[in-house]
């Protein structure tokens, strides 16, 4: 069972436009965690949120997690072909041990 | 510095056949975690493993056990093949503490005929 819905499922979008995913739960979470995953490899971590309301930069890459702690925003600016992607989302319960992960947004950007 | 490696990175089974897959943690990380990705999902948790226990269990029946070895490495066991295990089983580690920020390796791709 997924606890975390990701939208939009799939995207494509051209080289240069903007484009946001959203990860949301009806679960509050004590973190939440961004990957980036490519064909035959495995997930790689792109940030770590852990405070209501709190926005994370990385290079053109924005991420915001809800002030609730159950939902979560990734924005990307000018949008690269190296941006293409599994995008996934993973919440952490108050144990932090296991990750719930949602199904993912397959990102193609195209030249 | 090396990465968590898995090995094997692709094998084919048939039904009711078992399975054994390798894992080494990054090192200086002591917790494993297994999870499991079908095609088309988020990966599920299978189970995490610190000093050599299974220290919490995600919803998985008792036909996955796993092992973890005094280096850390660890071992994911399938028994009973069914055509639904194939997916793409995937290690990850992370000092025992640090909660969430997992490593992950590239996996193992197993095809259940």
């Known amino acids: 069972t997924q606890l975390l819905e990701q939208s939009p499922q799939f995207l494509s979008i051209q080289e240069g436009e903007n484009l946001t995913v959203y990860c949301n739960s009806s679960s509050v979470f004590s973190s939440l965690q961004w990957y980036r995953q490519e064909p035959g490899e495995g997930p790689v971590l792109l940030v770590t949120v852990v405070t209501g309301g709190e926005v994370k930069k990385l290079k053109r890459l924005t991420f915001q997690f809800g002030d609730a702690r159950k939902d979560s925003s990734l924005h990307i600016t000018a949008a690269q072909p190296g941006d293409t992607g599994l995008y996934l989302c993973a919440g952490a319960g108050n144990s932090g041990y296991a990750l719930n992960f949602g199904k993912g947004t397959s990102l193609l950007v195209t030249p | 510095d090396a990465g968590v490696t898995q090995s094997p990175t692709h094998l084919i089974k048939t039904r009711g056949q078992q399975v054994t897959l390798r894992c080494s943690p990054k090192?200086?990380?002591?917790?494993v975690s297994w999870y499991q990705q079908a095609l088309g999902q988020g990966p599920q948790f299978i189970f995490q493993y610190y000093e050599e226990e299974e220290r919490q269990r995600g919803n998985f029946p008792d036909r996955f056990s796993g092992h973890q070895y005094p280096n850390y490495s660890s071992e994911l066991n399938v028994n009973a093949l069914l055509l639904g295990d194939s997916a793409l089983y995937l290690c990850?580690?992370?000092?025992?503490?640090?909660?969430?920020?997992?490593?992950f390796g590239e996996g193992s791709r197993l095809t259940v005929l």
């Open positions: 990850a580690s992370r000092g025992w503490g640090r909660t969430g920020e997992l490593f």
């Open positions: 090192s200086g990380h002591d917790t």
